[in-house]
């Protein structure tokens, strides 16, 4: 016997590899194929641009996550396939036929005519229609002495005259016009 032959002197079986040949069943497997678990598909983003949400596909092609995702890629994809077709030459003239008989039908379509008003038109004169907008003369009288005042009056009517002072000290502005309206 050749002492430690591939082995180190603390262990009893070689450092690498299996102890026994991979061929022949070990005594608590049974013999035959192993089962293989069903494979699930890994989370994935959905395809529509705008939803992009993570799902777990139920089928490995599964692209979008929802029923609601895949009728809207539908639709852009129809569409898609629509504006590529009328870029072509026989897509072209198709539209251009299409719009042709629109046009058509709208000129073959006759004009609405107007609706004839039974009533005749009613007519307001000018002396009665302004007369609610008058004012009797002694309104007038007061409108004319309230707007004898000056601007920078009705401005600074309650400032005080300098930071600091209450609303009564300094001088005011016009003593003789009168700030509230009296009818």
Known sequence: MIPL??????ES?????PAKSVTCPRKDQAAGRRKRRARKPRPRSCLL???????????????YCSEDCREQARRWSQWKAQQR???????????????RRYRERVKSRKPKEPEAVNQPARVITQEHFFRAHL?????LRALRAAAAKSFAALLFA???SRPGASCGAGTALETGAHLIRTY
Do not use: I
């Open 158 to 160: 309650r400032m005080p």
């Open 135 to 139: 004012r009797p003369a002694r309104v």
């Open 49 to 63: 641009k705008g939803c992009e949400q993570k799902f777990h596909p139920q089928q490995a092609r599964q692209r």
């Open 13 to 17: 079986s070689p450092p690498m590899g």
């Open 85 to 99: 077709y009328r870029e072509t030459a026989v897509g072209q003239q198709k539209r251009n036929g299409q719009s």
């Open 5 to 10: 032959q591939g082995k180190s002197f603390w």
